[in-house]
């Protein structure tokens, strides 16, 4: 499986924006649709994002769509969350996650084989 690491986590005010990054290495992170999920203290996880292979098609959940972006880039091997307009209610462990199923993308937690460990994004009031 690839190993995935998330970084740019942290504590922000309400209207500010963030970008999370997600490293991956160990196999061909171009063979992999990636996502992007967050659980807030109390709540179950919750999918947030996902993208193709080719970057040529994403998709939200509603509760995102218009203010969070997901990006990849497979020369890097990093897959990215650009989040704006942050509010309290976006206070979470956020985790991307690598699908190696053959599909152009995926919603669904038990689709995704591979997570990180998460980071926390706090935003306050």
């Known amino acids: 499986q690839v190993q995935l690491v998330e970084s740019g986590g942290g504590l922000v005010q309400a209207g500010d924006s963030l970008r999370l990054s997600c490293a991956a290495s160990g196999r061909t992170f171009s063979n992999y649709v990636m996502g992007w999920f967050r659980q807030a203290p109390g709540k179950e996880r919750e999918f947030l994002a996902t993208?193709?292979?080719?970057?040529?098609?994403?998709y939200y959940a509603d509760s995102v769509k218009g203010r969070f972006t997901i990006s990849r880039d497979n020369a890097k091997n990093t897959v990215y969350l650009h989040m704006n307009f942050l509010n309290p209610e976006d206070t979470a462990v956020y985790y991307c996650?690598?699908?190696?199923?053959?599909?152009?993308?995926?919603?669904?937690?038990?689709?995704?084989?591979?997570w990180g460990q998460g980071t926390q994004v706090t935003v306050s009031s």
């Open positions: 993208i193709s292979l080719s970057t040529s098609r994403t």
């Open positions: 996650a690598a699908s190696s199923r053959p599909g152009i993308w995926y919603t669904r937690q038990v689709d995704f084989a591979s």
